[in-house]
């Protein structure tokens, strides 16, 4: 199959495309797959006619739904669904730890005098009483792999999805509609959810309340789901223990932002999937649809734009 990639091209990742015996071409006119680098999209170029699908090296495709790019009839879009299961999962964990262990609250007082109420804060994945309940909503294949970096810590897992159908390694699995009893249980819940129209703003003040004093809460999935404000209210009133973030809204957050003071919420800024921590793993997603496309098979990770992902 022949693919051209732009606006920026991906050596790392052209190498693997063309492994599986796939030809880069010079220009979009002349391919027939074209492989987007803009997360942006003003950036996408206007595809021709000979262009029959398009993969995005990214996995939030909302802005391109709403920018009309991507629609129900036309040129089928693939999104890196599945692709960044692993760095992400690793971010999720470094959150959870250092989230629970105070590592930014430690910094933040520039004292040594604060070690004993720490220590008497920190919260623990490896319980040694009681197994420490982990929730995941948005269980796929980062939660999959999130649950695999856990099981040293033999924490109970209940996985939260749109389905229910069952996440292997959870102890228990939830259709996000029958879900509402796991926001009063969860010592670590870990959002992993994309966003989408039921999705937006669904973590507000109403879950916070419902959460325990001593939970964390983490977020890896997308950041509007969350109410920034109810957040910051939940933080500093102490309804929830601490925060880790991966992505906040807005984005970027602004400086002298009240989560940057925060000495509970520990963030990072977007970066466990930026660019090039996908030059090293969208290959294998293009190849698997490519490989379908032309066996006139389901793309795995076509997007469906009326769901937002």
Known sequence: MKFYMGPEQWPETIAGIEAQGHSLVPNLEEAQCYVNTAPDPADVPELPESIEWVQHCFTGVEKLVRAGLIREVGIPWCNAAGAFAKPVAESALGLMLSAAHHHKAFALAGTWRVAEELDRTQAWLSSPRTPTEVVILGAGGIAAELIRLLEPFGVRVTAVNRSGRPVEGAAETLRMSDAESVW??????????????????????????????????????????????????????????????????????????????????????????????????????????????????????????????
């Open 184 to 309: 009063e249980r969860a010592d670590f819940l870990v959002s992993i959810l994309p966003l989408t129209t039921e999705t937006r703003g669904i973590i507000g003040a109403d879950r916070f309340k419902a959460m325990k004093s001593t939970a964390i809460f983490i977020n890896v999935g997308r950041g509007a789901t969350v109410v920034t404000d109810d957040l910051v209210t939940a933080l500093s009133t102490g309804e929830i223990a601490g925060a880790g973030l991966e992505v906040v809204d807005p984005e970027p957050l602004p400086d002298g932002h009240p989560l940057f003071s925060a000495p509970n919420c520990t963030m990072t800024p977007h970066m466990a999937a930026s660019a090039h921590v996908a030059m090293a793993y969208i290959g294998k997603i293009f190849n698997a649809n490519a490989a379908a496309y032309l066996h006139n098979e389901p793309m795995p990770t076509r997007v469906d734009p009326s769901k937002g992902y």
